[in-house]
């Protein structure tokens, strides 16, 4: 019996390698920008456009195979917080199209598009505000960019978090329901427009705290 728990357990586990699904929501905030969430942050905190000479902070607040340079090349945009003159936090927007590092996912803005993504908030800084006053950047530079709408992914089965998007001035544009194989290629296996009918009702985000934790595609791990 134990040979055969074992190997239920190994077989498992070996599968899990090769396939894990994916159920994300996709997000857009059009532009002009109804973005809305103001958030306390450290009053020395200061958030500004990303640039190429900041290459080197922002090298170790990112994973995957990707680098500040390749992303700056691709034509990725970054908003950053430096905090008492210490880089603390970073979100990227991009224009051209990639694929997501972590879950293989290909993302292909459209015309007029830009995607939101990778967002990261050093550890010792987190819950004070920094990962949304970052995030607002972000959005700014999108606008700034020319962007008709930008669009990025979160977790479709938190409902609340779902419903702070919307109240922050975010629209659910679809569902997606998936599998990623071999942790490099994502297969799409459902598609809906909208609000998902078989979702639990979004709880009212008036009293859901916007925090740093991630709970995104787009943001998860924070290194992304």
Known sequence: MRYLSNLRAATVAALRRVARRYWLAVMEIPFPS????????????????????DAAALSPLLAGNDTPEARFARGDLVSVAELNGSLVACNWVAQAPFRLWFCGLE?????GECYGYGLYVRPDVRGLGVGMAVRKGAVLEAERSGARVMFYHIDAQDSAYIAWHEHAGARLRETLFGLVLLDRF????RR???PDPT???ATHPSHVRASDKPRSSSDTPYKS
């Not at 109804?34 to 000479?53: D, H, Q």
């Not at 994502?186 to 296996?189: D, E, F, N, Y």
């Open 34 to 53: 109804a973005w809305s969430f103001e958030a306390p942050a450290p009053p020395n905190l200061v958030v500004r456009p990303g640039r190429r000479g």
């Open 107 to 111: 993302i292909r803005p459209h015309r």
């Open 186 to 189: 994502a297969v799409t296996l």
């Open 192 to 194: 809906r427009r909208g």
């Open 199 to 201: 979702s639990p009702p």
